[in-house]
């Protein structure tokens, strides 16, 4: 093969390698809605914990021992359930519990799963999940607020207070 030839083959490979990896960025983190038909109904006892489920919802997060982005995600889980009545966070290592990474379908870590108060799954995610996205979901689970609830926008000294 001739140095054109090589050359032209080796940008070819770093081009197509790119795209690929700019695909796969764009999808970590993307939350995939579960469809009533397909939503599973979780206990603590299915996933191997001791901590119970919270009464509005839990997020459960599947990680690893060498997850290098676990341990971020369980921050962001932690604060969020924490910030959140009736909400809980729990953490389930795969690393000795293959069986659970295959009954639940976890290609990678992390893996969230947003589950309402009875325990169906709502959402999951791949990768790290965005606070603004796992927020959307809880007060998509929450329901509509209460008409005498007041929002920032009726509180008084609000800019948009009338």
């Known amino acids: 093969m001739n140095p054109f030839g090589a050359a032209l083959v080796l940008v070819a490979l770093v081009a197509v390698a790119t795209v690929l990896g700019l ?4 999808r970590q983190g993307l939350f995939r809605d579960v469809a ?13 914990s001791q901590v119970p489920f919270g009464a509005a919802a839990t997020l459960v997060q599947f990680s690893t021992e060498f997850c290098s982005r676990c341990p971020g995600t369980h921050r962001l889980l932690t604060q969020i359930a924490d910030g959140r009545p009736g909400v809980a966070h729990v953490d ?35 990768g790290p999940p965005h606070r603004a996205d796992v927020l959307r979901h809880l007060d998509h689970l929450a ?9 920032a926008s ?8 009338q």
């Open 23 to 26: 695909v796969y960025r764009s």
């Open 36 to 48: 009533d038909d397909e939503a599973t109904v979780l206990t603590p006892a299915d996933v191997g």
């Open 92 to 126: 389930v290592d795969l690393t000795h519990r293959a069986d659970l990474a295959s009954r639940f379908g976890v290609l990678q870590t992390p893996t969230t799963l947003i589950l309402d108060g009875a325990g169906r799954v709502h959402a999951r995610v791949g």
């Open 143 to 151: 329901g509509p607020e209460p008409a005498n609830f007041p929002t």
């Open 154 to 161: 009726h509180l008084p000294g609000s800019p948009h207070a």
